[in-house]
């Protein structure tokens, strides 16, 4: 069985670091620092569940809040779970929190190997940027709501 629950700020903390460490400190060797809460920014996180009775967290994401923007921050599936379209659930998860905050403006910075998967979710590409701390090529994606004229300069 499979849930997904969106928590906000804290909640739940001890399960999305752990995810976290696992996929970006251990396996993708990010700065720790990097994932820290901003003090003042209001944040979300769903988590997804597979097992009975909300069984083993392996996937979470990010919703970062700044005013009138959205940002999709560390979406990370615990490696034996992926494939699964666990991260497609996250992402479309914390776009739709963003919209019922009537929040248009959503932003996710990803590696070109990812932009297909949020291209099927509504995402257009913004602007391309080099990622010192990779070293790859990353698109910093805007999220494209076919009601709003907002994306129609963004190149798919």
Excluded: W
């Excluded at 923007?69 to 599936?77: C, N, R, S």
């Excluded at 099927?120 to 790859?136: A, D, P, R, V």
């Amino acid at each position: 069985m499979v849930f997904a629950k969106l928590v906000s700020n804290e909640e739940r903390i001890s399960e999305v670091n752990d995810i976290l460490n696992e996929v970006f400190i251990e396996e993708l060797k990010f700065n720790q620092e990097d994932m820290f809460i901003k003090p003042g920014n209001k944040v979300y996180h769903a988590l997804v569940y597979e097992g009975l009775n909300e069984g083993k967290a392996v996937a979470v994401g990010r919703l970062e809040l700044n005013k009138d923007e959205a940002y999709i921050k560390y979406v990370a599936v615990r490696k034996e779970y992926r494939r699964k379209k666990y991260g497609d659930m996250i992402v479309r998860m914390l776009v739709d929190k963003a919209q019922s905050m009537s929040i248009d403006k959503i932003f996710v910075e990803v590696p070109k190997i990812l932009t297909d998967m949020f291209k099927k979710i509504g995402f257009k590409s913004y602007y391309e940027e080099k990622n010192s701390i990779l070293y790859q090529n990353y698109i910093i994606m805007r999220y494209c709501n076919k009601t709003l004229n907002c994306c129609k300069n963004i190149k798919n």
